[in-house]
C-alpha cells in the first residue's frame, strides 16, 4: 500500500513540526501516532488538504481579505463613483475625532451595549431562578421566554414598534387607564434610544434564562442543602454556593450580550432609522452602513469600521479575560 | 426549604411575569386572524369569528414578495447549513486532532472571527463577490455565510470531537480504512448532537439575517422572507394585519424547525455553557 510508504516518509518530513521531547508517558505516544498518521496520506498538506482547506479557503474569501481590504481601504478616499482612489495616511480617522455623528453613534453603541448586557443579565437569573423547578409549568414558561430569541431580529422590530409608537398598543393602554400625554418612547429624540436598549434586552432575556437555568442545574443540592445546615440564610446561600458556580454562566452570558449590544443594527434600520432628529439611535454599525452604501464614502466608512472592530475587540477580550480569571479564583 | 411557607406564589408570580412577557407576541398572534379594522380599536380582543384574510392577502400578493421571498430563504438556509455542517465539522475534527504549528494559527484566526460583526466587512465582500461574479446571486449570499458561520461551527465540533475516543479512529485506520472514511463512518455519525446544534443555530440565525441579504441580493433580484418583512412595513406601515400575517408566515418555517430539533438545541448550548 502507499500508506506504507508514505508512513517511512513521514518520519523525515520537514514539514510535520515536531512535538518537544518532553511530554511525557501515553501523551507523547499518542502524538507521536497521529504525527505518523497525519504523514501517511502523504505530500506536504496532509490531511491539511483534504479536511481543513475547504471551510478555511471559504473564512480567507469572505472574512480575512474583507478584513484586510477594509484595513486598507480605511487609508483612502476610495469612493466608487468618484476615482481614482488615493492614498490619504491617517486623514479618515483624523476625521472621525472630529466627526460630531461617529462621537454619538459611538456613545449611543456604548449605551445600548451596557444597557442589554447589565438588565438581561440581571433579568436572565432572576427568572431562571424563578423558573428552576422541574414540573410542566415552568418547562413550558422556559419556553416562553426562549420564543423571541428564535425570531429574526426585523420581525421584534416590527412587533415593537407596533407597541410603542406614538398612537401604539402600549399608548392606548396609557390613555385607557387616564393618562392624557403618553410619553413618544419612539418620537421623543430622549426616550428612543433606550427603547431600543429595551427591545434588544426583551429579545436577548430568554438566551440568558437558558444558559442560567442551565448553571443552576450543575448547583449540586447536597452543597445548598450543607450550607443550610450550616445556618447560611438565603441571601448568604446564594452569594456564597449558588453565585460562584453561576460564573461560566455569566461570562458566557455577558460576552454574548456585550457583542450583540455592540453590533445592534437592525432594529435601527426598521424601526428609527437613526432618529428621531439627527442620530439620536444611530450606531456605530448603522453609521458604518450608511457611509458605505448610501453615501458610498468608502474609505471613510472603513475607518469607522476599523475603529468599531478594534473597540468591539478589544472590550470583549478583556471582559472575556477578567470574567474567566474569577472563574477560576473561586 | 422555605418554599413550602410560599409554594403558591412562585407559580402566580413566574405565571404573571410570563404572561408580561409574552403580550406583544400575543398581539401579533391574535391580531394576524383579526380583520383589519377591528385590530386599532380591540387590539388585545380574541379574533372571534377567526379570519384568513389577511393571510389570505399575503400568500396572494401581486408582487409575490412571500413566496419568492420563502423560496429564497429555504434555499438560502438549507444549503448553507448543510455545507457548514460538514465543513466545520471536518475542520473541527481536523483542528481539535492536529497538533500542528499551522493548524493552532488557522484555530486562533478562526475564534478571532467569530467577534466580527457583518458591517465592518460588508462593502469588501461585495467587492469579492463582484469579483467572482457572484453578487445578487444566491449561491454568492451561501458562500459568504459559510465563510461568516464556519468560526462558530468549527468551535462547537472541536469541543464534540475531544469526547471522541482516538482509539476508535486508530482502530479503524488500522483495518485500512482512509482517512475520508474514517471521518464519515466513524467520527461523523458520532458527532451527531454537534451537527444537530449547529444545524438549529446557524438555521435560525441564517434564517433570521437581515443587513447581509438585504445588501447582497440588492433591490432588484428575489430577496429572504426576513429583507421581504422589512419590505412589507415600508408599503403599508398602518395596515397591521397585513404586515402582522406577513411576518407570522415568515417565522412560521423557522419556529416549526426549532421546534422540531428543540431538544437537541437546548442540550447543545448547555453543554457548551457548562462546560465553558
Given at each position: 500500500m502507499t500508506e506504507i510508504q508514505h508512513g517511512t516518509r513521514g518520519e523525515v518530513d520537514p514539514a510535520a513540526p515536531r512535538q518537544s521531547p518532553s511530554h511525557g508517558g501515553p501523551r507523547q505516544r499518542s502524538a507521536a501516532t497521529r504525527r505518523r498518521a497525519s504523514a501517511r496520506?502523504?505530500?506536504?498538506?496532509g490531511r491539511f488538504g483534504l479536511f481543513a482547506l475547504p471551510g478555511l479557503v471559504a473564512y480567507v474569501v469572505f472574512v480575512l481579505i474583507p478584513i484586510g481590504m477594509t484595513g486598507y481601504y480605511s487609508f483612502t478616499n476610495r469612493n466608487p463613483f468618484n476615482p481614482p482612489t488615493k492614498w490619504v495616511g491617517l486623514r479618515n480617522y483624523g476625521d472621525l475625532v472630529g466627526d460630531q455623528e461617529f462621537r454619538q453613534a459611538l456613545v449611543n453603541t456604548v449605551i445600548i451595549a451596557v444597557i442589554v448586557t447589565v438588565f438581561a443579565n440581571v433579568g436572565g437569573l432572576l427568572i431562571a431562578m424563578l423558573l428552576d423547578r422541574p414540573t410542566k409549568l415552568y418547562v413550558a414558561l422556559r419556553g416562553v421566554f426562549f420564543t423571541p430569541v428564535v425570531l429574526s431580529a426585523v420581525v421584534i422590530s416590527v412587533i415593537w414598534q407596533a407597541v410603542l409608537t406614538d398612537d401604539g398598543l402600549l399608548n392606548s393602554l396609557l390613555r385607557g387607564l387616564g393618562v392624557d400625554h403618553p410619553p413618544g418612547?419612539?418620537?421623543?429624540p430622549d426616550l428612543a434610544l433606550y427603547s431600543i436598549a429595551w427591545i434588544i434586552t426583551w429579545q436577548m432575556l430568554g438566551f440568558c434564562v437558558v444558559v442560567y437555568l442551565a448553571g443552576l442545574q450543575g448547583v449540586p443540592r447536597e452543597l445548598q442543602e450543607a450550607a443550610s445546615i450550616d445556618g447560611a440564610g438565603r441571601l448568604a446561600r446564594f452569594r456564597n454556593v449558588t453565585w460562584p458556580m453561576l460564573a461560566p454562566a455569566l461570562t458566557i452570558n455577558t460576552v454574548m450580550l456585550l457583542i450583540t449590544g455592540f453590533k445592534a443594527y437592525d432594529q435601527i434600520q426598521v424601526i428609527t432609522n437613526g432618529g428621531p432628529?439627527?442620530?439620536?439611535?444611530?450606531?456605530m454599525a448603522f453609521q458604518v452602513v450608511q457611509t458605505a452604501?448610501?453615501?458610498?464614502h468608502i474609505g471613510y466608512s472603513s475607518a469607522m469600521a476599523a475603529v468599531m472592530l478594534v473597540l468591539v475587540a478589544t472590550v470583549s477580550v478583556i471582559v472575556l479575560r477578567l470574567l474567566q480569571r474569577r472563574e477560576v479564583t473561586q | 426549604m422555605d418554599d413550602r411557607t410560599h409554594s403558591w406564589l412562585r407559580p402566580l408570580v413566574a405565571v404573571f411575569v410570563g404572561a408580561v412577557f409574552f403580550l406583544p407576541l400575543y398581539l401579533v398572534v391574535v391580531n394576524v386572524f383579526k380583520p383589519g379594522a377591528d385590530i386599532v380599536p380591540?387590539?388585545?380582543?380574541?379574533?372571534?369569528?377567526?379570519?384568513?384574510d389577511n393571510i389570505g392577502a399575503v400568500l396572494s400578493r401581486p408582487d409575490n414578495l412571500f413566496t419568492f421571498g420563502l423560496i429564497n430563504s429555504i434555499a438560502v438556509t438549507a444549503l448553507s447549513i448543510t455545507i457548514l455542517t460538514v465543513l466545520s465539522a471536518m475542520l473541527g475534527h481536523y483542528l481539535a486532532r492536529s497538533k500542528r504549528v499551522l493548524a493552532k494559527v488557522a484555530m486562533v484566526t478562526l475564534l478571532c472571527g467569530?467577534?466580527?460583526?457583518v458591517p465592518v466587512i460588508l462593502e469588501p465582500i461585495t467587492g469579492v463577490l463582484k469579483t467572482l461574479g457572484l453578487m445578487t446571486s444566491l449561491q454568492g449570499l451561501v458562500l459568504v455565510n459559510v465563510g461568516y458561520y464556519v468560526p462558530f461551527g468549527v468551535l462547537l465540533f472541536m469541543g464534540f470531537v475531544r469526547?471522541?475516543?482516538?482509539e476508535l479512529e486508530e482502530a479503524a485506520e488500522l483495518d485500512g480504512a482512509s482517512k475520508l472514511r474514517v471521518f464519515w463512518q466513524v467520527v461523523f455519525p458520532l458527532l451527531r448532537p454537534a451537527s444537530a446544534s449547529v444545524l438549529i443555530f446557524l438555521g435560525v440565525w441564517i434564517w433570521n439575517d437581515f443587513l447581509t441579504p438585504l445588501i447582497?441580493?440588492?433591490?432588484d433580484s428575489g430577496t429572504t422572507v426576513t429583507v421581504g418583512v422589512y419590505r412589507a412595513i415600508g408599503q403599508h406601515q398602518s395596515d397591521f394585519g397585513a404586515v402582522f400575517a406577513f411576518m407570522f408566515l415568515a417565522t412560521l418555517p423557522i419556529l416549526v424547525f426549532y421546534l422540531a430539533l428543540q431538544k437537541n438545541f437546548v442540550k447543545g448550548l448547555t453543554g457548551g455553557a457548562v462546560k465553558g
Open positions: 496520506i502523504g505530500p506536504k498538506l418612547w419612539l418620537s421623543d432628529g439627527t442620530g439620536t439611535t444611530s450606531t452604501f448610501n453615501g458610498n | 380591540h387590539p388585545a380582543a380574541l379574533p372571534l369569528p377567526p379570519t384568513l467569530l467577534m466580527i460583526p469526547s471522541v475516543p482516538l447582497l441580493l440588492g433591490p
